[in-house]
């Protein structure tokens, strides 16, 4: 498994790192980690039509030759610190220095990895208290990879909870979840939450859990009533499993609007990481 990890100086995007190399050390040899910072800025290349969004604030945003320079070296700190992490536990570790717009710029080295490991914040809420998050919440609408978001405070992933109701956007995040979980050797929990938009006698519990423990998997499953973005969180919670996970599409515009909410709680306050499969 390919992991992709963004790099900033948020205390989120540390977690993010802490999570990626965990996951690495738990499963030696099966994990590759590369690391990835966006230089946002560039100085004026004198073409007016090129240089135009960059002028009006756009990313990259237009600066002096000298300013980009001091940006282009911070990010060589990052790389440089994420390796030296790596090292200190015998993780070999690739790094990326890229230059552009920061969610186009994720979205394409996204495509070549499995999954892409991010803080629930970044650089924005430290500088702007409250305004952080909107970059993660677009790129797991866009990305052509599964995403792991992780908050400020890491928490071991003992087992994970899979938010299963039986669509194609439910069977993903299972299949994601099953591969995560053999890497890290953890059981799956599959929670369907019932809230009254399917037949009264509808459970897509029992068959998926048959299939799981049929193929030597440890999963144990449960049909709970509630609202899916706020019991899929708790019941979450209640286990301490340390992670969720939920299809980024469903059939229909409640899974986005389910997916939606349950972001916002993950990357609002909640010490919860959330995988959200493609």
Known sequence: MHLLVGLDESPWSLAAQQTAIAIAVR??????LTGLHVVSVRHPTGDVIADLAGLLGFEPVMVPEKVEAV???RGERFLESFRARCAE???ECGGILDQGAQLARLAHHAASVDLVVLGARGETEVAWRGQGGSKVEKLIR?????????PRTVRPIEAITVGFDGTEGARRALRSARKLARL???PLHLCYVEDGRRAEDFDPIPEALAALIADGVEATGERIPG???ETLVARCFERGDGL????RRGRSWFTDLILGRVTERILGNAELSLLVAR
């Open 27 to 32: 499963a030696p040899g099966a994990v590759r």
């Open 71 to 73: 940006y282009r070296a």
């Open 89 to 91: 536990v015998g993780v």
């Open 142 to 150: 866009s990305a052509p990879s599964d995403v792991l978001v992780v």
């Open 184 to 186: 890290l050797g953890c």
């Open 227 to 229: 609202e899916p973005h």
């Open 244 to 247: 969720l996970a939920v299809g």
